[in-house]
């Protein structure tokens, strides 16, 4: 009964190829978000999609493509894989206009580029 | 964004309770406090939020000082399990907040001990 949830959990791969995260929310929340997690243990928000409108693209290179097919999915692709994307990339979901809803996040996926 | 700054680090014997300081001096009028923690490899969970008045939950209690320019979450009895990364972030209202983001700063290290 998860509410926030991603696929794979664990991603291995090599440099230069190209692969995508899925996320599902099961909270009718309207608002999605992309967090990545350095080694460094820093938690940094990339996208922001509400109503699968893009509202925050924090400054993330072109390679990575975050793209909403509804409300309950946002899904993001990397291209190209470099070292440096290495990390812990979550998802989050809340539902805009009421009271300050907190965001909930997904257990995260572990990417490795090798 | 107003900026936060808790200790790096802090332990408390299990079943005592655990209190985590934050301070937040330029918080503005606007603008909530939200804790979070992040027990190893998982997500960030959602503890508690406040604007003014002090909060309860099933979780944990906020107390907010009169002037807002600080917060203390309080863990009553603390276990094993609360071992984690406590951030504590400030939020603007989603009226003024783009996307909803939440920012994360490096947040204190709870170690709970037998």
């Known amino acids: 009964d998860t509410a926030v949830s991603q696929t794979p959990k664990y991603l291995v791969t090599q440099m230069g190829n190209d692969k995508s995260i899925k996320c599902e929310q099961n909270?009718?929340?309207?608002?999605m978000y992309w967090y990545k997690q350095d080694s460094k243990k820093f938690l940094k928000i990339m996208f922001s999609?509400?109503?699968?409108?893009?509202?925050i693209n924090e400054t993330v290179p072109n390679r990575f493509s975050p793209k909403s097919p509804d409300k309950a999915h946002l899904n993001l692709h990397i291209n190209s894989l470099e070292l440096g994307d290495s990390a812990v990339y979550f998802c989050a979901s809340s539902q805009s206009g009421s009271y300050n809803s907190p965001l909930h996040f997904g257990n995260g996926t572990r990417l490795t580029v090798t | 964004d107003a900026k936060t700054t808790q200790p790096t680090s802090m332990d408390c014997a299990e079943g005592r309770a655990a209190n985590l300081p934050c301070n937040h001096s330029?918080?503005?009028?606007?603008?909530?406090v939200y804790w979070y923690r992040q027990i190893h490899s998982q997500g960030p969970q959602y503890i508690i939020h406040g604007l003014k008045n002090n909060e309860t939950n099933e979780m944990a209690s906020l107390i907010i000082t009169e002037d807002r320019k600080s917060s203390t979450l309080i863990l009553p009895h603390a276990t094993l399990r609360d071992t984690a990364v406590y951030y504590c972030?400030?939020?603007?209202?989603?009226?003024?907040?783009?996307?909803?983001?939440?920012?994360f700063g490096q947040g204190t290290e709870l170690s709970v001990k037998p």
């Open positions: 330029t918080i503005s009028g606007n603008e909530y």
């Open positions: 972030i400030v939020r603007p209202d989603q009226i003024y907040n783009q996307g909803g983001k939440l920012i």
């Open positions: 999609y509400n109503n699968k409108e893009l509202i």
């Open positions: 909270l009718g929340h309207d608002t």
